[in-house]
């Protein structure tokens, strides 16, 4: 939740490329704070709200905001986007162990943010690609539950891989790696992604 408070400080401040690096920071740390609750035996339906909460503040509100211009559609848009992520945490649940309803909101934004920042902050890409992750968050497609860090061994190697390229923001291109990670999941959820592979 921090980061998504912090990225919204830095959109409405002008500080794009912080803004955009923040929503990927919370997205490593989405992937990370389930697992660390379960080892620590510290899961409660407090944490689950919680983790909610800072869901809608990271992916719904600080993403969206990298949408904004003084245009109003544009700002139609933004109101789109985080209701969509609103939806999507409140009503998507499958009911299938291991499964989600609708892609998670943690990939769309992580390619809105590392699309944001390989364009440099291009509007007509970011629209593009926030009214296609629209329809994907409220489908109702199924994608696996996606505990990297408490699956293969390949996985985590390529959340540690996430964390090296937050210290490599400074270049431009480290943000191609999330875009990746985040396209891929969205192409083969289950063949690669599923718990099971």
């Given at each position: 939740?921090?980061?998504?408070?912090?990225?919204?400080?830095?959109?409405?401040?002008?500080?794009?490329?912080?803004?955009?690096?923040?929503?990927?920071?919370?997205?490593?740390?989405?992937?990370?704070?389930?697992?660390?609750?379960?080892?620590?035996?510290?899961?409660?339906?407090?944490?689950?709200?919680?983790?909610?909460?800072?869901?809608?503040?990271?992916?719904?509100?600080?993403?969206?905001?990298?949408?904004?211009?003084?245009?109003?559609?544009?700002?139609?848009?933004?109101?789109?986007?985080?209701?969509?992520?609103?939806?999507?945490?409140?009503?998507?649940?499958?009911?299938?162990?291991?499964?989600?309803?609708?892609?998670?909101?943690?990939?769309?934004?992580?390619?809105?943010?590392?699309?944001?920042?390989?364009?440099?902050?291009?509007?007509?890409?970011?629209?593009v690609i926030a009214v296609a992750m629209i329809p994907f968050m409220i489908s109702q497609n199924f994608y696996?539950?996606?505990?990297?860090?408490?699956?293969?061994?390949?996985?985590?190697?390529?959340?540690?891989?996430?964390?090296?390229?937050?210290?490599?923001?400074?270049?431009?291109?480290?943000?191609?790696?999330?875009?990746?990670?985040?396209?891929?999941?969205?192409?083969?959820?289950?063949?690669?992604?599923?718990?099971?592979?």
């Amino acid at each position: 939740m921090v980061m998504g408070m912090a990225s919204i400080l830095s959109s409405l401040n002008g500080h794009h490329h912080a803004a955009c690096w923040l929503v990927l920071i919370g997205y490593l740390l989405d992937l990370a704070d389930g697992a660390v609750a379960r080892q620590l035996d510290a899961c409660s339906a407090l944490g689950a709200k919680l983790d909610d909460f800072a869901d809608f503040t990271t992916f719904g509100i600080a993403t969206s905001l990298l949408l904004r211009t003084p245009d109003l559609v544009d700002n139609i848009l933004c109101m789109c986007y985080v209701l969509s992520v609103f939806v999507r945490l409140c009503f998507f649940s499958s009911g299938i162990p291991f499964m989600y309803r609708g892609l998670p909101c943690i990939y769309s934004s992580a390619i809105l943010a590392s699309a944001s920042l390989l364009s440099g902050g291009n509007m007509a890409v970011l629209r593009v690609i926030a009214v296609a992750m629209i329809p994907f968050m409220i489908s109702q497609n199924f994608y696996p539950h996606d505990r990297v860090l408490e699956s293969q061994a390949w996985k985590k190697v390529v959340y540690a891989g996430g964390v090296l390229m937050v210290f490599c923001s400074f270049f431009p291109p480290a943000c191609v790696y999330y875009l990746l990670w985040s396209v891929s999941y969205i192409l083969f959820p289950t063949s690669l992604w599923s718990s099971k592979v």
